[in-house]
T-cell receptor, first 109, second 114 residues
Framework: EDKVVQSPLSLVVHEGDTVTLNCSYE??????LLWYKQEKKAPTFLFML????IEKKSGRLSSILDKKELFSILNITATQTGDSAIYLC?????????FGQGTRLTINP | DGGITQSPKYLFRKEGQNVTLSCEQN?????MYWYRQDPGQGLRLIYY???????QKGDIAEGYSVSREKKESFPLTVTSAQKNPTAFYLC?????????????FGSGTQLSVL
């Protein structure tokens, strides 16, 4: 079965901390690795990664892919309460997008 | 404004009842998807459709049915055969199959069993 595994499943930190979220996947039928943020209802797209070692960055968020070890990380520096959300990792295959379980991130003031 | 509209936001199902969740898009997208979200399990694919009058089963299709009679509409029926239907259901669309970075999501329907 196509699997994407995220860790931790839940994380609570204080405002200003740096967090690292992990995502591992199976190599079959791999096209790209995607990260989404789900604050309330609809997930919103953050990053798409296709090549190893190339960091994608947007403000305080960054992400990188390791295609040899089959994982990706999402880093958030200087966290703010508005970063509280579920972060979803997904593997894009030729036809299907397979999601991980998500990491619920809570930022306390 | 272009987007995806799901309705209703909340739905209650009685034992043995079929219920239908609506998903409409005005983005002119060919591909449409239905996902189920349970706490701690991320999103799981129920059905997807690449073109009108064609659809494929996803990973958890049992107890669900869909139709794609119009490009803009992809309704999901939760049948009485689905024994554990309580979940958050998300509809999504994209211009092309296999372009997750171009996926647009609706705001979801929360289905609960009475």
């Amino acid at each position: 079965e196509d699997k994407v595994v995220q860790s931790p499943l839940s994380l609570v930190v204080h405002e200003g901390d740096t967090v690292t979220l992990n995502c591992s996947y199976e190599v079959t039928n791999f096209r790209s690795l995607l990260w989404y943020k789900q604050e309330k209802k609809a997930p919103t797209f953050l990053f798409m990664l296709t090549s190893s070692g190339i960091e994608k960055k947007s403000g305080r968020l960054s992400s990188i892919l390791d295609k040899k070890e089959l994982f990706s990380i999402l880093n958030i520096t200087a966290t703010q309460t508005g970063d509280s959300a579920i972060y979803l990792c997904a593997k894009q295959g030729a036809q299907k997008l397979v999601f991980g379980q998500g990491t619920r991130l809570t930022i306390n003031p | 404004d272009g987007g995806i509209t799901q309705s209703p936001k909340y739905l209650f199902r009685k034992e043995g009842q079929n219920v239908t969740l609506s998903c409409e898009q005005n983005l002119n997208h060919d591909a449409m998807y239905w996902y189920r979200q349970d706490p701690g399990q991320g999103l799981r694919l129920i059905y997807y459709s690449q073109i009108v009058n064609d659809f494929q089963k996803g990973d958890i299709a049992e107890g669900y049915s869909v139709s794609r009679e119009k490009k803009e509409s992809f309704p999901l029926t939760v049948t009485s055969a689905q024994k554990n239907p309580t979940a958050f259901y998300l509809c999504a669309s994209s211009a092309q199959q296999g372009r997750g970075e171009k996926l647009f999501f609706g705001s979801g329907t929360q289905l609960s069993v009475l």
